[in-house]
């Protein structure tokens, strides 16, 4: 078949012609212009930040009906599991499940079996935290914390601390739900490495991280600059689409873009990767970059080598839909309409060498 090969590192298009011999397949440069069907393939998408540890955690969703079936490849588990829980997380959920499955865990032990996961802290032991990293690399990429008022309460600026102090023990990255203050962005970026990942980064709240022409508030500025890194996490209320139009039109295109999927938000108004990207693309993002922002870029945060190198093996196939007349537009967690745009959605995935066919959703 012919499709169009979207390449996340030039940034260019190229259509190509995709053969199966022998039970293998064949990917090569095509003399057609343009393929009829629009049909496209990219690197293997990654979605880095969901929460999957379900039946364990109130709010989790199963990873397969959010990975492959979605075109997902690799799912992000961000701190639903913590010290306590995570041999269970690992066993009945990473282990069993065809998508591939990492995580950040929870400085708190228990995870989010409770919303309010540092309300004791007695239930925070970074030593316990660091050593539990150490000793499951092969899924865990980092400590995640939450660090906003309604969450950490009278704690304050506490949890973030133990979590940098766990990083540390653990040498890797932290990754931060902020939202409401206090603790101030100040004093939350105040305390980020380069390599650390701020969750949820175009959220509308009190204090938005941008300012209202697009561009980093002071203490953003600083920690991009120090190498702290940038992920969506749409999320049930923290995506914006005027604060991340405003970011966009300013020229701020280094981030992931990622769902923050759980049982409350799956039915909107997030309800995919695809649709989250698509969102993206109706602002004016180019094709190229929203997958960046779904491969290369979340690839290298998370040191996954060779990610999307060879797509005969690992690749997401999808196409470009246009809205049909009538159907409901896309919109942000506060209700706002994206522009009528092309959506995306996944048609196949081509799992190591196996190629899956999607069923078309409703
Ligand atoms: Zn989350």
Redesign the pocket.
């Known amino acids: 078949m012919t499709i169009t090969k979207v390449d996340p590192v030039t940034l260019r298009t190229e259509p190509c012609e995709l053969k199966e011999r022998y039970g293998r397949y064949e990917l090569t440069p095509s003399l057609q212009e343009k393929d009829d069907r629009q049909l496209y393939i990219s690197p293997p998408w990654i979605d880095s930040?969901v929460?999957c540890f379900y039946a364990v955690t109130s709010f989790g969703l199963s990873p397969d009906t959010i990975g492959y079936r979605q075109g997902v490849h690799l799912l992000v588990d961000?701190g639903s599991s913590g010290a306590e829980t995570f041999a269970a997380f690992r066993r009945f959920v990473a282990d069993p499940s065809r998508t591939k499955v990492k995580a950040f865990l929870n400085v708190s032990a228990i995870g989010h079996v409770s919303m309010r996961e540092y309300f004791d802290r007695r239930l925070v032991d970074v030593s316990r935290a660091a050593q539990t990293v150490k000793e499951n690399r092969d899924i865990l990429l980092g400590i995640k914390v939450r660090s906003s008022h309604i969450i950490v309460e009278e704690q304050g600026i506490w949890p973030l601390e133990q979590a940098v102090k766990a990083a540390e023990m653990a040498d890797c990255p932290i990754m931060v739900?902020m939202g409401e203050n206090p603790p101030s962005n100040k004093e939350n970026l105040a305390l980020l490495r380069g390599g650390d990942i701020v969750?949820h980064c175009f959220h509308g709240k009190q204090e938005p991280l941008w300012k209202a022409d697009g561009t980093p508030t002071q203490e953003l500025k600083e920690a991009l600059e120090r190498g702290v890194q940038m992920d969506t996490?749409h999320?049930a209320a923290s995506l914006d689409r005027d604060i991340a139009q405003a970011a966009l039109d300013a020229g701020f295109d280094n981030f992931s873009i990622s769902t923050?999927l759980h049982i409350r938000n799956v039915h909107g108004p997030v309800r995919s990767l695809a649709d989250t990207m698509s969102k993206f693309l109706a602002l004016g993002m180019p094709l190229a970059k929203v997958i960046r922002s779904v491969t290369t870029i979340p690839a290298a945060r998370f040191g996954l080598d060779g990610w999307g190198s060879d797509l005969t093996k690992n690749a997401t196939l999808f196409r470009l839909r246009e809205p049909e007349e009538g159907e409901a537009p896309l919109v942000d967690s506060t209700g706002k309409a994206f522009a009528a745009a092309p959506r995306i959605e996944p048609v196949a995935v081509l799992m190591d060498g196996k190629m899956i066919e999607l069923q078309e959703r409703k």
Do not use: E, I, N, V
Request: hydrophobic share 25%; net charge negative; no cysteine.
């Open positions: 930040h929460h961000a739900h969750s996490a999320g923050d």
